[in-house]
């Protein structure tokens, strides 16, 4: 289905037009939903949303009535127990999945290694010889390792081979072949913004005879997915970028589901045990989405996790979508005409059908250049080599915000404002 910008762009870029495209906002409304500190403009939502409306209240209500006054009972009478399997189903309809597809647990990393360890012994089972798994290079870089660490310890002959983005869009002209058992990608390229198209590139990896898990963490709650549609296999992401579940909130898996109940467990914990209460020693699997837990579940964090999925199930993704793309337009057009005398390159995809939620853009200061960004309170972050990204949420972000994050580019660059020693310390995290 396509949908109209629902704030289409002018010839002239004014700020005056810019806050007109606000007042059209059909999304303006959900910007209530959040709580920002006074003067902030938040580009971070790509690496931690912000705190939603009611959070500190839910997490207050757990903690003094649940956990305070329903004690252990809490486990029934507040549905603890169900709450993975709740807040699947609502992740299941942001990311197209279908009911009983996906539940809520674990990290990111984890729940990758669980995936592809399974994939990698349903491959053995099918086709021996397959001991490959394609990842691209620049996937970020905790997915790699877990894959690297997981080939390790199978040994006989299993290994991770990086490919570039540009053989993943191409659908793997070079590199697949009868080897490659699992293909491991990023829907959205965490430092660039790319998309990859998920119909088309799992068909490729299908026709070559591989398996696919799909990393959702920069694409989830950001645009439009399909994963029953593309065909997929597995799918994993996170709850703490754009589906605003809190810093650490726990992460998602989802399996098609003819593959649900050939998943073998390889952290066979007693949550995804067909009957846990029985204490039964010998290890029998649930049918279905619980098989995919391993042990007690963080139920704080949880609960105002569950916060962040309600708004997103209240908001039509398609306007989600095309306010995204106006709103990178904007910004990549902006950066073009404002920044033009400055060693500034814009390294996300121009192409709607490549570009992610965000504009990443390269200067050789990028670091001190976001540092005096975020002195003026607009937060971006930085990644290496060079790259400021900016996350572009719909819901909170509007296109005034956009050409007053620019303007503020073109002073500290035109003043070299960033060329102090304050701005080159760099802290712990970046």
Known sequence: MTTPDPVSTTSAITRANCEQRDAN??????????????????????????????????????????????????????SWWDLPAKL???????????????????TTSINLFKAASAALKMQAEDSPDRRVILTQRENFPSDIYMLEGLAEQLGDGYKVRLVDDEEVTAGFPTTMSDEVALVVLTHVNYRTGRLFDMGTTTSAIHAGGAM????????????????????ADMAIGCTYKFLNGGPGSPAFIWVAEGLRNRFSQPLSGWWSHARPFEMDPDYQPADGIRRYLTGTQGILSMSVAGLGLDIHSRVDMNLVRAKSLALSDLFIDLVDERLA?????????????????????????????????IERGIIGDYREPEVLRFGLTPLYIGFTEVWDTVEALRDILDNHLWDTDAHKVRGAVT
């Not at 699947?88 to 674990?106: F, H, L, P, Q, R």
């Not at 696919?212 to 065909?231: F, Y």
């Not at 060693?343 to 976001?370: K, N």
């Open 341 to 373: 005398d400055h060693p500034v390159e814009v390294v996300t995809p121009r192409e709607h059908a490549h570009r992610g939620s965000q504009v990443s853009i390269r200067h050789p200061e990028g670091f001190a250049v976001m540092s005096a960004l």
């Open 88 to 106: 699947g189903e609502k992740i299941a309809g942001i990311v197209g999945g279908g009911a009983g597809s996906t539940v809520v647990t674990d």
């Open 212 to 231: 696919v898990i799909w990393d959702l963490c920069h694409s989830a709650g950001a645009l439009p997915i399909d994963l029953t549609g593309s065909g």
């Open 25 to 78: 906002d059909p999304l303006r409304d959900f910007r209530d939903d959040f709580l920002l500190p006074e003067g902030t403009i938040y580009l971070d939502g790509n690496s931690l949303g912000p705190r939603t409306k009611g959070a500190a209240e839910r997490a207050q209500d757990v903690i003094a009535d649940e956990w305070g006054t329903g004690l252990i009972g809490s486990w029934n009478s507040a």
